[in-house]
């Protein structure tokens, strides 16, 4: 019978939030994560980036009665401060947050553009082996004609960390396809303390950025950067892709939903009822309208037009087809 590690007293869930769509979706997430995890263990922190000189606006959480909303749903606002990407690069706050979260306590980062749809407490993670999101596609690196391929990339960057490479192929996949090689969606990951996996995190993602392998010349690391380095860091901590059990986390506990449209497009019947369940007291609807595509998703019904395009259990493979079929309705919104 297997063994399921024994569970820490304390795991602490971490969320950014500022100024603008994610100070909306964090009111969200909060929202669902107080409706479907009632496991008092699970402790809920929006890391708030200080205003400073790597931002161009101030990325402050508003309106006040935003924020007075988030905390009434148990979550702490967490100022951070921000060193080395800002403005320049918002995906590095995911980075960076780390570093303010309680040091040697154990930790999920979610992307806020996700709900919990589930009971955390019933997800059998083991933090000191940490993953991330499977849930994704080819997107990095793309292959140039006469450029490296996948493995001479990878490669490059695992010997530039001291990594064992040959060890994180899933030898499964053929030789230069994109799954043979470690590659993770960074809307959730987890370890055993925030400040570890953040330093090595920080350290692979500064020196990628600053001084990339000749072997990634033809590459862009906008916006990939955070999911380039990912999985050099996990598979350094000790984690991998089979590290957590299917079904849970991108699943029936957390669904990433991306934006709007996409959810009404393909998440199921469940979500869908989740979503309009937790949006519609009064003093919720008040907040989340001043946000557009929420105000014409959830509260104008266009959500259930866009529904209307697609049959779930006919859904393309790619996402792209499903946005261009959105678009081309006119029914998009970031």
């Known amino acids: 019978m297997a063994r399921h590690p024994a569970q820490p007293e304390t795991v602490n869930i971490l969320i950014v939030g500022q100024m603008g769509r994610l100070a909306y979706e964090a009111l969200l997430f909060a929202l669902s994560l107080r409706h479907s995890t009632k496991d008092p ?117 695992y010997n530039r960390f001291g990594l064992n490479f040959e060890s994180s192929l899933d030898l499964e996949q053929p030789d230069e396809y ?53 999985p050099l860091v996990i598979h350094k901590l000790g984690g991998g892709r089979n590290a957590l059990p299917e079904g849970y986390l991108d699943g029936q506990t957390t669904v990433h939903y991306r934006n709007m449209p996409l959810l009404f497009a393909r998440e199921s019947d469940a979500v869908v009822d989740l979503l309009e369940e937790i949006s519609a007291p009064n003093p919720i609807k008040r907040l989340l309208k001043d946000y557009e595509p929420f105000k014409r998703m959830i509260y104008q019904n266009r959500g259930h037009k ?29």
């Open 178 to 230: 994109w799954r043979r090689y470690l590659y993770f969606n960074a809307g959730f990951f987890y370890y055993t303390c925030p400040h570890v996996f953040g330093q090595e995190f920080l350290e692979m993602a500064l020196s990628i950025w600053k001084e990339p392998p000749p072997e990634l010349v033809c590459q862009q690391l906008m916006p990939w950067l955070d999911q380039i380095a990912l």
């Open 41 to 157: 263990r699970f402790k809920l922190f929006v890391a708030e980036p200080r205003s400073g000189p790597m931002w161009r606006t101030d990325p402050t959480i508003r309106p006040e009665p935003l924020r007075e909303m988030l905390q009434s749903q148990g979550a702490t606002i967490l100022p951070f401060q921000t060193n080395h990407f800002g403005s320049d690069y918002p995906y590095g706050n995911k980075i960076e947050a780390l570093f303010a979260m309680p040091k040697g306590e154990p930790f999920i980062f979610f992307d806020t553009d996700t709900l919990v749809t589930g009971e955390l407490g019933d997800v059998p993670f083991d933090f000191s082996r940490p993953s991330a999101s499977l849930r994704v596609e080819g997107t990095w690196p793309q292959i140039e004609l006469y450029g490296p391929g996948y493995a001479e990339i990878w490669q490059s960057l």
């Open 306 to 334: 866009v529904r209307g395009l697609f049959d779930r259990e006919h859904l393309p493979t790619r996402e792209q087809p499903i946005r261009q079929k959105i678009k081309k309705n006119g029914f998009w919104m970031v």
